[in-house]
């Protein structure tokens, strides 16, 4: 189902009455404001929490990040950090994974995990995580 997170009014009757945990998702490591980084990056969890309200939903999981893209490191890195807060004064139970780079099996991505494995000896940000990892990390959460 397609819907605008930011109308909760439009989807609220369309999710399941009952859940265990819910994920955010919703993120940018590429917007070009600090107020688009903030509108994507901090503004989702302020609606998992209201909807952990709603719903009586006890735990979340928030999905930070540990570098961005060139150029855009500190803003994407300070929206990210003010959603982990926002999250933590929360009072819900809200897991929080930060990975730096995920990736999939995607021929382009393979190719450059190892470069990128070897670029992570200098900079202690640079862990690439497979998909599938990040997915258990997030399931281990949210149990």
């Known amino acids: 189902m397609a819907v605008d997170i930011f109308n909760m009014d439009s989807y609220l009757s369309k999710l399941p009455q009952e859940a265990y945990a819910i994920v955010d998702l919703v993120g940018t490591a590429t917007a070009s404001s600090k107020e688009e980084f903030d509108n994507l990056n901090v503004k989702p969890v302020k609606i998992m929490v209201e ?9 979340g999981c928030y999905i930070s990040g540990r570098i961005g893209m060139p150029f855009k490191n500190k803003p994407f890195l300070e ?6 807060n926002y999250a933590q004064s929360s009072g819900k139970k809200i897991g929080i994974v930060k990975p730096s780079l995920v990736y999939g099996d995607r021929p ?15 900079n202690k940000d640079l862990k ?16």
């Open 108 to 122: 382009d991505a393979v190719v450059m995990v190892p470069f990128i494995k070897a670029m992570g000896l200098f």
């Open 51 to 59: 909807l952990m309200n709603k719903l009586n939903i006890p735990k």
């Open 79 to 84: 929206s990210k950090q003010k959603g982990e």
């Open 128 to 143: 690439p995580i497979k998909v599938n990892q990040l997915a258990d990390q997030i399931i281990q959460i949210c149990n």
